[in-house]
């Protein structure tokens, strides 16, 4: 089931606040936004994905669903027109077919492996920002699967699989 987050009004103060995308910066835009009946770290405990989704769904609100663009090609530096639809980009990336997992509460259980999981959260994000990549892949393997190490299931074939289930809009 789908949980609900109530927010308050934005303000163009909130959104100067986001720094370059920054996780910090955003955690914070959603905790500043979140109306005081609910929890002061929401932020933190959505998962990426999730986070990722709702900030999403905030820009269509304030925006609108056309993302428009123009970036210089790399290799000739010719300009590119870049134009679509945001609610049409997630709903793509969101379409991951038969997943062999069930949901469990806020964890999951990849059936095929035996394996209960929970997708990496703001709080993993914060924890791991200013760790080497092979620390901080380690790290996330102990809070989000613990058991895939005695299960001897390689932290690769797990990542691919989360990313699979719940794809961040990067």
Known sequence: ???????????????????????????NLINGLVLPTESNDVAQLLSIADRDRLLAELYVHLFGDLIQSTSAC??????????????DWVTHLSDTGEQPVEQRGNTFHWTEKGLDFRLPNGSDEQRIAHQREAVAQEVLMKACAPQAAEKGIDPLEVQQMMESFAPVLS
């Open 1 to 27: 089931p789908k949980e609900q987050i109530c927010f308050r009004g934005i303000n163009g103060a909130d959104l100067l606040n986001v720094v370059d995308g920054q996780a910090d910066s955003v955690m």
């Open 74 to 87: 790399q290799n000739c530096s010719e300009l590119i027109d870049i134009e679509f639809s945001l609610n």
